[in-house]
């Protein structure tokens, strides 16, 4: 277990800032190395198609082994994929402060999404390494199996068998839309590597990220420090009405799908901005969704979300009262939760160490909690965990123009770095099991 | 032009009920006859597929003309393929009442959306065949080609060519989805017959269909006096809004495109309501349509009808004053008319006669609006026309389950015969031109 070392002296501010220093990244080569990866996969608008376990991801994991055996890290690949690259430190008997993301992209993906925080924590090794600074635990760069789950669902499957989630039988066998098997893809690439998965204990793992929303950008802030990754419910909602003419169906004998689906919409709305979380209906289908026939079915989504469980349980409740509410009328409703994850919070020494180092920098940061489901939380359930946050271009992501600033990189980057080394400095190391 | 053969003293009902009183239709022989060429294209689920100058479309007509030319009608064809079966009356000089309907069908069709209204008149023609009557006006029989529209757009087509609505060289020109032509569709079964298309006059038509709605079922009326067909505007609508992470965007700065095409579903619903007429959005389209992203685009149908036009015009003006406010908001909204058909009044003495006949077999009764197009509205512009509707169960149509009872059909034939033999001694003949 670990625990803040409290009184030594070296654990203020002043001390750390002193660490601190000497150790600036350089932002034109972490930005040089994310356009050079940019082309592995590169598309004509500028974004990347990447796919888990495809030729490009091949391309893109050589040159990050390659890039971190330059630096004299020892890279190793466990039986998912997943690549470790890793630096010792003063103290052999540490377990290693992780830091990474994922190379993989949507298939018409932008140049940050995970990108960015494997790319910055090669950027650290090499900061670290040019000014021959030691840090008392080891630290492990990491390149996540299929974080996005558009080759291969579900998503975050790397992680998740890393941290216990999965089972490894479960996800050697999920299949892409052309039957190949995540087993046989990684045979395919040459990654399926002979650690066994989940074997690499981390003392920590910082993970540093695009927001993939608006805050940061909306109030001008450059780091999110992200407490925890909100809990989601997803449900599958069914309304059954009667499909008839148009032309020759009074509106008062109407069994209108649609209809009550609109009013639904609605009410989830309000649900959630009543309760400060998120509601959303992104999928809607209308049957028989003919210009002149009454919608007889309509099958939508219902995606809520919230940073309190007992704040989900309360929405959650809402939704059931309004389905039934709605169940009263001439048109049945079904509600189904398909999917729930609760909330996941960071730890609190982790979420400290990234506040610390945004105020050492002096960038502008705000406390937040994720929308999106991360490596990091997964990761959250076996390791001290914390997530770094940068603003990108009004919030868009899995999408080509998906864009950052070189400074906000950067700033990212620098964050990502100044956490370690507090968090190194600050924590005494727990013992290898 | 006609006019009321007023003063005679034999146009009174009990005049009409003492000719009446003898032809009465074979319930059995019509309901045999509806179900043997229901065989012709007949589905597993008990349904027609009968696709406009189909293979299956030709057999029927094959069907059709044998049994015509077997009562001594001549039959005719003309350039569009429809069929004119001409019984011959006591006055020559008269023109022809014309009964009819189509013998195409939907995809998955049933067994009485046009076909009922066809071989009723069959059976008519038998019924004064059988009991040598002979009407002062020659009678023709008609099927009109392609009434569905399913396998050629538009529908209507040769009643439309008919009434001058289309042009002949447009209606010969469209395709099918495999890109056959009209023209080569009419040629390949061997109907694109040598008269003029449009030459054939009309004193009047009636046409008996079913409601293809629920008012008749749910009123246990067993005839429906048609008025008219309601005035019908079609409206595409395009919500944009802006495309964002269903977790990660606050609810306060969404722009929601499918949220507020939920909000004016509603409004559409509130103004059909208020003014009595009918409003329906039967489309609708999500984009991304994804369950975790808030929706960026929604395209959708808004659908407006109403039996009077100036009510149309302001259920329209109503419309566009609800999408103006809705794009005050975060989104913006635009809509644009695809299509209108204004309001089609039939005529008040075929409507007369219409009325007259189902109160003569004290068949319970209302008038009403079809809301549904039909060949009669086309050729309302070109002679007098009136429609007779039967109740068919659950409103349900375009369906393999349409479903009437043989009482219904029979109901039917015979208001549509004593609605015939009433105009037919009631109106002074018109002159051919």
Same mark, same amino acid.
């Given at each position: 277990?670990?625990e803040?070392?409290?009184?030594?002296?070296?654990?203020?501010?002043? /001390?750390?800032?002193?660490v601190?220093?000497?150790?600036k990244?350089?932002?034109?080569?972490?930005?040089?190395d994310?356009?050079?990866?940019a082309?592995i996969g /590169?598309?004509a608008k500028?974004?990347?198609?990447?796919?888990?376990?495809s030729e490009e991801?091949?391309?893109?994991?050589?040159w990050?082994?390659t890039?971190c055996?330059a630096?004299g890290?020892s =890279?190793?690949?466990?039986?998912m @994929?997943?690549m470790?690259?890793?630096?010792?430190?003063?103290?052999?008997?540490l377990?290693?402060?992780?830091?990474?993301?994922?190379?993989?992209?949507q298939p018409t993906?932008g140049?940050?999404?995970g =990108?960015?925080?494997?790319?910055?924590g090669? +950027?650290?090794?090499?900061?670290?390494?040019?000014?021959e600074?030691?840090?008392r635990?080891?630290?492990v760069?990491v390149?996540? %199996?299929? +974080?996005?789950g558009?080759?291969f669902?579900?998503?975050?499957?790397?992680? @998740?068998?890393?941290?216990?989630?999965f089972d490894?039988?479960? !996800?050697?066998?999920?299949e892409?839309?052309?039957?190949?098997?995540?087993?046989t893809a990684?045979?395919?690439?040459?990654?399926r590597g002979?650690?066994?998965v989940g074997?690499m204990?981390? !003392? !920590?793992?910082f993970?540093?990220?695009i927001?993939?929303?608006p805050?940061?950008?909306?109030e001008?802030?450059?780091?999110?420090?992200?407490?925890?990754?909100q809990?989601?419910?997803?449900?599958?909602?069914?309304v059954?009405?009667?499909?008839s003419h148009?032309?020759? %169906?009074p509106m008062e %004998?109407?069994?209108?799908a649609l209809?009550v689906?609109?009013?639904l919409?609605?009410?989830v709305t309000?649900?959630?901005?009543a309760?400060? /979380?998120?509601g959303t209906v992104?999928?809607?289908?209308?049957e028989?969704?003919?210009?002149n026939v =009454?919608?007889?079915?309509v099958?939508?989504?219902v995606?809520?979300r919230h +940073?309190?469980? #007992?704040q989900?349980?309360?929405?959650?409740?809402a939704? +059931?009262?309004?389905?039934a509410r709605?169940?009263?009328?001439p048109?049945?409703?079904s509600l189904?939760?398909?999917?729930?994850?609760?909330?996941?919070?960071?730890d609190?020494?982790?979420v400290?160490?990234?506040a610390?180092?945004?105020?050492?920098?002096?960038?502008?940061s705000?406390?937040l909690?994720?929308?999106?489901?991360?490596? #990091? #939380?997964?990761?959250?359930?076996?390791?001290p965990? #914390?997530?770094?946050f940068?603003?990108?271009?009004?919030?868009?992501?899995?999408?080509?123009?998906e864009?950052?600033?070189?400074e906000?990189?950067?700033?990212?980057?620098? %964050?990502?770095?100044?956490?370690?080394?507090?968090?190194d400095?600050?924590?005494e190391?727990?013992?290898?099991?």
């Amino acid at each position: 277990m670990s625990e803040f070392a409290g009184g030594t002296g070296d654990t203020d501010l002043e /001390g750390e800032l002193h660490v601190m220093g000497n150790l600036k990244i350089d932002a034109d080569r972490l930005w040089g190395d994310l356009m050079e990866t940019a082309a592995i996969g /590169g598309t004509a608008k500028g974004g990347i198609r990447r796919l888990a376990l495809s030729e490009e991801d091949r391309r893109v994991r050589d040159w990050f082994r390659t890039r971190c055996e330059a630096l004299g890290c020892s =890279v190793t690949v466990d039986g998912m @994929g997943n690549m470790f690259a890793v630096r010792p430190g003063q103290d052999p008997e540490l377990e290693p402060i992780a830091i990474g993301s994922h190379l993989d992209t949507q298939p018409t993906g932008g140049k940050f999404d995970g =990108v960015l925080g494997v790319l910055a924590g090669l +950027e650290i090794l090499r900061t670290l390494e040019a000014t021959e600074f030691r840090t008392r635990h080891p630290l492990v760069l990491v390149n996540w %199996t299929n +974080e996005e789950g558009a080759r291969f669902s579900p998503a975050m499957l790397g992680s @998740g068998v890393h941290a216990g989630k999965f089972d490894a039988a479960y !996800a050697y066998g999920r299949e892409d839309a052309d039957g190949i098997s995540v087993e046989t893809a990684l045979d395919a690439i040459g990654y399926r590597g002979g650690e066994p998965v989940g074997s690499m204990r981390f !003392a !920590a793992m910082f993970e540093l990220h695009i927001e993939q929303g608006p805050i940061l950008e909306d109030e001008e802030r450059l780091i999110g420090i992200v407490e925890g990754v909100q809990g989601m419910r997803w449900f599958d909602v069914v309304v059954e009405g009667r499909e008839s003419h148009a032309g020759s %169906t009074p509106m008062e %004998t109407r069994r209108d799908a649609l209809v009550v689906a609109a009013d639904l919409i609605g009410r989830v709305t309000a649900i959630a901005t009543a309760a400060g /979380g998120k509601g959303t209906v992104g999928h809607l289908e209308v049957e028989p969704n003919s210009r002149n026939v =009454v919608p007889g079915t309509v099958r939508m989504s219902v995606d809520l979300r919230h +940073e309190d469980d #007992a704040q989900l349980d309360a929405m959650t409740a809402a939704l +059931e009262q309004q389905i039934a509410r709605l169940g009263e009328g001439p048109v049945s409703l079904s509600l189904t939760e398909i999917w729930r994850n609760p909330v996941v919070p960071f730890d609190a020494d982790c979420v400290s160490a990234v506040a610390a180092a945004a105020e050492a920098s002096g960038y502008p940061s705000r406390r937040l909690y994720s929308g999106a489901g991360h490596d #990091a #939380a997964n990761v959250a359930a076996v390791a001290p965990t #914390a997530m770094i946050f940068i603003p990108c271009r009004e919030g868009l992501s899995h999408n080509e123009a998906e864009s950052c600033t070189l400074e906000e990189c950067a700033a990212g980057a620098q %964050t990502l770095l100044d956490a370690v080394l507090i968090y190194d400095r600050r924590i005494e190391g727990a013992q290898p099991a």
